[in-house]
T-cell receptor, first 115, second 119 residues
Framework: AQSVTQLDSHVSVSEGTPVLLRCNYS??????LFWYVQHPNKGLQLLLK??????LVKGINGFEAEFKKSETSFHLTKPSAHMSDAAEYFC?????????????FGSGTRLSIRP | GAVVSQHPSWVICKSGTSVKIECRSL??????MFWYRQFPKQSLMLMAT?????????EQGVEKDKFLINHASLTLSTLTVTSAHPEDSSFYIC???????????????FGPGTRLTVL
């Protein structure tokens, strides 16, 4: 069975400090993993994706994530938080479904940035 | 990148009426589309998988007679919320992957969502 667990429902950091949003996955297949961001009342925006190439993935807005198979983790990091990073973040695993792919969302982590 | 649109972006309706939401892939063909529901401060929950040319597949606990899905063409899927009630008020989002071999690497492209409010 496939699943994804976001370990923190809410993370609060000060502006300019590092961000760490944690994600662990479970998959019977070689997974494709994604991080999406959702700002209030907005749609989902892809931050980055891992698809069995480099284990360290760089995304938009300075975010990056490292795929660690031994730890079944795909944590999202950013060296220095900006106020505009305040949003909901979702870790997603993609699994094969017929000829397409079906995705499973984590429960989300709300990131707050303190001035 | 691939673009998915939804229409309308928001809708307010009276209890008991039906509401249709459209999901379109604008620059690619999507034989499969997915419909999600998101309640405030919660994650997206997959409701159903829309299949072009065949019946939709519903997730456990989702009433297929309540949420009618029609995948009319390779670029359009519709979700109709029938006899809507206040508890159906939610943010409805669709997504579509690129076709197999289309280089999408299993990435889903999401529509901007439709906010439904049932009075």
């Amino acid at each position: 069975a496939q699943s994804v667990t976001q370990l923190d429902s809410h993370v609060s950091v000060s502006e300019g400090t590092p961000v760490l949003l944690r994600c662990n996955y479970s998959s019977s297949y070689s997974p494709s993993l994604f991080w999406y961001v959702q700002h209030p009342n907005k749609g989902l925006q892809l931050l980055l994706k891992y698809t069995s190439a480099a284990t360290l993935v760089k995304g938009i807005n300075g975010f990056e994530a490292e795929f660690k198979k031994s730890e079944t983790s795909f944590h999202l990091t950013k060296p220095s938080a900006h106020m505009s990073d305040a949003a909901e973040y979702f870790c997603v695993v993609s699994v094969p479904y017929s000829s397409a792919s079906k995705i499973i969302f984590g429960s989300g982590t709300r990131l707050s940035i303190r001035p | 990148g691939a673009v998915v649109s939804q229409h309308p972006s928001w809708v307010i309706c009276k209890s008991g009426t039906s509401v249709k939401i459209e999901c379109r892939s604008l620059d690619f063909q999507a034989t499969t589309m997915f419909w999600y529901r998101q309640f405030p401060k919660q994650s997206l929950m997959l409701m159903a998988t829309s299949n072009e040319g065949s019946k939709a597949t519903y997730e456990q606990g989702v009433e297929k007679d309540k949420f009618l899905i029609n995948h009319a063409s390779l670029t359009l899927s519709t979700l109709t919320v029938t006899s809507a009630h206040p508890e159906d008020s939610s943010f409805y989002i669709c997504s579509a992957p690129l076709p197999a071999g289309g280089g999408g690497n299993n990435e889903q492209f999401f529509g901007p969502g439709t906010r439904l409010t049932v009075l």
